[in-house]
Protein backbone atom coordinates (compact mmCIF):
# COMPACT_ATOMS: atom_id res chain seq x y z
CA UNK A 1 0.00 0.00 0.00
CA UNK A 2 1.29 3.57 -1.04
CA UNK A 3 0.17 6.47 1.04
CA UNK A 4 -0.05 9.85 -0.46
CA UNK A 5 -0.59 12.89 0.87
CA UNK A 6 -3.05 14.64 -1.40
CA UNK A 7 -4.06 17.85 1.03
CA UNK A 8 -3.07 18.41 4.74
CA UNK A 9 -6.12 16.26 6.06
CA UNK A 10 -6.49 14.19 3.60
CA UNK A 11 -4.44 10.93 2.49
CA UNK A 12 -5.03 8.70 -0.36
CA UNK A 13 -4.20 4.66 0.44
CA UNK A 14 -3.26 3.54 -3.06
CA UNK A 15 -4.03 -0.61 -3.31
CA UNK A 16 -2.73 -3.19 -6.05
CA UNK A 17 -6.29 -2.73 -6.64
CA UNK A 18 -8.03 0.73 -6.36
CA UNK A 19 -7.50 3.25 -3.25
CA UNK A 20 -9.59 4.57 -0.34
CA UNK A 21 -9.44 7.91 1.47
CA UNK A 22 -8.67 9.25 5.30
CA UNK A 23 -10.03 12.05 5.63
CA UNK A 24 -9.24 13.94 9.34
CA UNK A 25 -10.78 16.26 11.50
CA UNK A 26 -9.07 16.73 14.77
CA UNK A 27 -8.02 13.39 16.24
CA UNK A 28 -11.21 11.87 14.34
CA UNK A 29 -10.45 10.13 11.23
CA UNK A 30 -12.89 9.03 8.50
CA UNK A 31 -12.05 6.09 5.78
CA UNK A 32 -14.05 6.55 2.64
CA UNK A 33 -14.26 2.96 1.17
CA UNK A 34 -11.36 0.27 2.91
CA UNK A 35 -10.07 -2.30 -0.42
CA UNK A 36 -9.87 -5.41 -0.33
CA UNK A 37 -10.44 -8.23 1.77
CA UNK A 38 -6.49 -8.07 2.33
CA UNK A 39 -6.08 -4.63 3.30
CA UNK A 40 -7.54 -4.00 7.59
CA UNK A 41 -3.67 -4.26 8.00
CA UNK A 42 -1.62 -1.71 6.16
CA UNK A 43 -4.72 0.77 6.88
CA UNK A 44 -4.41 0.43 10.43
CA UNK A 45 -0.72 0.57 10.16
CA UNK A 46 -1.53 4.10 9.08
CA UNK A 47 -4.48 5.42 11.42
CA UNK A 48 -3.24 7.86 14.18
CA UNK A 49 -6.18 8.57 15.42
CA UNK A 50 -10.10 7.13 16.20
CA UNK A 51 -11.37 5.52 13.18
CA UNK A 52 -15.10 7.08 13.18
CA UNK A 53 -16.68 6.60 9.89
CA UNK A 54 -16.38 4.21 6.81
CA UNK A 55 -18.18 4.94 4.21
CA UNK A 56 -18.82 2.61 1.26
CA UNK A 57 -19.35 4.76 -2.12
CA UNK A 58 -20.69 1.29 -3.53
CA UNK A 59 -20.58 -2.79 -3.16
CA UNK A 60 -17.60 -4.07 -5.19
CA UNK A 61 -15.23 -6.08 -3.36
CA UNK A 62 -12.34 -3.71 -4.20
CA UNK A 63 -14.28 -1.07 -2.01
CA UNK A 64 -16.01 -3.22 0.89
CA UNK A 65 -13.79 -5.72 1.20
CA UNK A 66 -12.03 -4.23 4.74
CA UNK A 67 -14.91 -3.08 5.59
CA UNK A 68 -16.00 -5.82 8.62
CA UNK A 69 -12.94 -6.34 9.82
CA UNK A 70 -12.38 -2.50 10.71
CA UNK A 71 -15.70 -1.65 11.68
CA UNK A 72 -15.24 -4.52 14.39
CA UNK A 73 -11.86 -3.54 15.75
CA UNK A 74 -12.29 0.07 15.81
CA UNK A 75 -16.08 0.64 16.45
CA UNK A 76 -16.39 2.81 13.41
CA UNK A 77 -19.58 3.54 11.98
CA UNK A 78 -20.55 2.57 8.68
CA UNK A 79 -22.59 4.18 5.72
CA UNK A 80 -24.00 3.39 2.66
CA UNK A 81 -26.79 4.08 0.28
CA UNK A 82 -29.81 2.41 0.93
CA UNK A 83 -29.59 0.20 -1.94
CA UNK A 84 -25.95 -0.92 -1.62
CA UNK A 85 -26.55 -2.24 2.28
CA UNK A 86 -28.37 -5.85 1.44
CA UNK A 87 -25.57 -6.75 -1.08
CA UNK A 88 -22.77 -5.23 2.04
CA UNK A 89 -24.47 -6.99 4.09
CA UNK A 90 -24.90 -10.34 2.57
CA UNK A 91 -28.74 -9.98 2.52
CA UNK A 92 -28.78 -9.75 -0.99
CA UNK A 93 -26.54 -10.13 -4.48
CA UNK A 94 -24.85 -7.13 -6.34
CA UNK A 95 -26.05 -6.77 -10.18
CA UNK A 96 -23.21 -7.81 -12.46
CA UNK A 97 -21.59 -5.08 -14.75
CA UNK A 98 -22.30 -5.25 -18.17
CA UNK A 99 -19.25 -4.90 -20.26
CA UNK A 100 -18.75 -2.54 -22.89
CA UNK A 101 -16.10 -4.60 -25.69
CA UNK A 102 -13.33 -2.48 -24.96
CA UNK A 103 -13.54 -3.06 -21.26
CA UNK A 104 -13.60 -6.78 -21.31
CA UNK A 105 -9.67 -7.03 -21.80
CA UNK A 106 -9.58 -4.67 -18.99
CA UNK A 107 -11.54 -7.00 -16.79
CA UNK A 108 -9.75 -9.59 -17.92
CA UNK A 109 -6.56 -8.03 -16.55
CA UNK A 110 -7.20 -7.85 -13.37
CA UNK A 111 -6.16 -10.43 -10.83
CA UNK A 112 -9.20 -12.13 -9.15
CA UNK A 113 -10.27 -10.34 -5.95
CA UNK A 114 -11.34 -11.97 -2.66
CA UNK A 115 -15.03 -11.59 -1.68
CA UNK A 116 -16.16 -9.33 0.22
CA UNK A 117 -17.29 -10.89 4.20
CA UNK A 118 -20.64 -9.21 4.91
CA UNK A 119 -20.53 -6.22 7.13
CA UNK A 120 -23.08 -4.45 8.97
CA UNK A 121 -23.94 -0.93 7.62
CA UNK A 122 -25.26 1.24 10.64
CA UNK A 123 -26.36 4.28 8.63
CA UNK A 124 -28.02 3.58 4.71
CA UNK A 125 -27.87 6.93 3.10
CA UNK A 126 -29.62 8.79 0.29
CA UNK A 127 -29.02 11.73 -2.04
CA UNK A 128 -28.63 15.16 -0.35
CA UNK A 129 -27.76 13.26 3.18
CA UNK A 130 -25.11 15.37 4.77
CA UNK A 131 -22.50 13.20 6.69
CA UNK A 132 -20.68 15.08 9.94
CA UNK A 133 -17.01 15.52 8.64
CA UNK A 134 -15.15 17.78 6.41
CA UNK A 135 -17.50 20.84 7.49
CA UNK A 136 -20.18 18.87 5.75
CA UNK A 137 -20.05 16.29 3.79
CA UNK A 138 -22.93 15.87 0.60
CA UNK A 139 -24.16 12.60 -0.07
CA UNK A 140 -24.63 12.35 -4.35
CA UNK A 141 -26.67 9.61 -5.58
CA UNK A 142 -24.69 8.55 -8.98
CA UNK A 143 -26.44 5.53 -10.36
CA UNK A 144 -24.70 3.71 -13.10
CA UNK A 145 -22.14 1.97 -11.31
CA UNK A 146 -24.57 0.23 -9.40
CA UNK A 147 -27.66 1.25 -8.61
CA UNK A 148 -26.40 2.76 -4.95
CA UNK A 149 -23.39 4.44 -5.76
CA UNK A 150 -22.65 7.50 -4.41
CA UNK A 151 -20.21 10.27 -4.48
CA UNK A 152 -19.52 12.60 -1.27
CA UNK A 153 -19.10 16.37 -1.91
CA UNK A 154 -17.67 18.47 0.60
CA UNK A 155 -18.60 22.12 -0.58
CA UNK A 156 -15.98 24.01 2.36
CA UNK A 157 -12.71 22.94 0.60
CA UNK A 158 -14.40 22.22 -2.25
CA UNK A 159 -13.47 18.32 -2.44
CA UNK A 160 -14.89 15.38 -4.31
CA UNK A 161 -14.54 11.65 -3.79
CA UNK A 162 -16.11 10.45 -7.07
CA UNK A 163 -15.60 6.50 -6.41
CA UNK A 164 -15.85 4.44 -9.45
CA UNK A 165 -18.90 6.72 -10.78
CA UNK A 166 -15.21 8.70 -12.61
CA UNK A 167 -11.44 7.70 -13.10
CA UNK A 168 -8.49 9.38 -13.69
CA UNK A 169 -6.00 6.65 -14.77
CA UNK A 170 -4.02 9.10 -17.25
CA UNK A 171 -7.08 11.14 -18.24
CA UNK A 172 -10.55 11.85 -16.42
CA UNK A 173 -12.81 9.75 -17.92
CA UNK A 174 -16.43 7.66 -17.09
CA UNK A 175 -15.45 5.06 -14.95
CA UNK A 176 -15.60 1.41 -15.93
CA UNK A 177 -17.89 -1.22 -15.60
CA UNK A 178 -21.05 -0.06 -15.29
CA UNK A 179 -24.24 -1.54 -14.87
CA UNK A 180 -26.64 1.04 -16.80
CA UNK A 181 -24.03 3.28 -18.40
CA UNK A 182 -26.80 5.56 -19.46
CA UNK A 183 -27.11 6.37 -16.04
CA UNK A 184 -23.98 6.61 -15.16
CA UNK A 185 -22.76 9.23 -18.33
CA UNK A 186 -25.87 11.35 -16.71
CA UNK A 187 -24.15 10.85 -12.64
CA UNK A 188 -20.89 11.86 -14.56
CA UNK A 189 -22.46 15.25 -15.91
CA UNK A 190 -23.99 16.07 -12.41
CA UNK A 191 -21.03 15.66 -11.15
CA UNK A 192 -19.32 17.67 -13.16
CA UNK A 193 -21.56 20.84 -12.46
CA UNK A 194 -20.21 20.56 -9.07
CA UNK A 195 -18.06 23.38 -7.27
CA UNK A 196 -14.87 21.81 -6.89
CA UNK A 197 -11.11 22.03 -7.11
CA UNK A 198 -9.69 18.62 -5.35
CA UNK A 199 -11.19 15.09 -7.13
CA UNK A 200 -10.41 11.76 -5.65
CA UNK A 201 -11.35 8.62 -7.57
CA UNK A 202 -11.71 4.85 -6.67
CA UNK A 203 -9.20 4.39 -9.94
CA UNK A 204 -6.70 6.85 -10.58
CA UNK A 205 -4.39 9.51 -9.45
CA UNK A 206 -5.99 12.33 -7.64
CA UNK A 207 -6.05 15.69 -8.69
CA UNK A 208 -5.55 18.73 -6.81
CA UNK A 209 -6.18 21.78 -8.23
CA UNK A 210 -8.97 22.23 -11.38
CA UNK A 211 -10.93 19.65 -10.78
CA UNK A 212 -13.87 20.95 -12.16
CA UNK A 213 -12.74 21.50 -15.39
CA UNK A 214 -11.37 18.26 -15.66
CA UNK A 215 -14.61 16.70 -14.67
CA UNK A 216 -16.47 19.05 -17.28
CA UNK A 217 -13.77 17.91 -20.16
CA UNK A 218 -14.85 14.20 -19.68
CA UNK A 219 -18.20 14.73 -19.17
CA UNK A 220 -18.80 16.86 -23.09
CA UNK A 221 -16.93 13.53 -24.09
CA UNK A 222 -19.50 11.91 -23.25
CA UNK A 223 -21.91 13.53 -24.72
Request: charged share 25%; glycine share 10%; with cysteine.
Amino acid sequence: MDVVEVLPGLRMLRFPVGAAYLWRDGDELNLIDTGTADCAGEIERVLDGELRRIVLTHWHEDHTGSAAELAIRHGAEVFAHRLEAPVIRGEAVGEPAVLEQFEEPIRAALPPLPPAPPCRVDQEVQDGDVLAFGGEAVVVAVPGHTDGSIALHLPGPRVLFTGDAVANVGRTTLGVFNTDRARAMESLCRLAELDVDTAVFGHGDPITRGAAAALQEASAATT
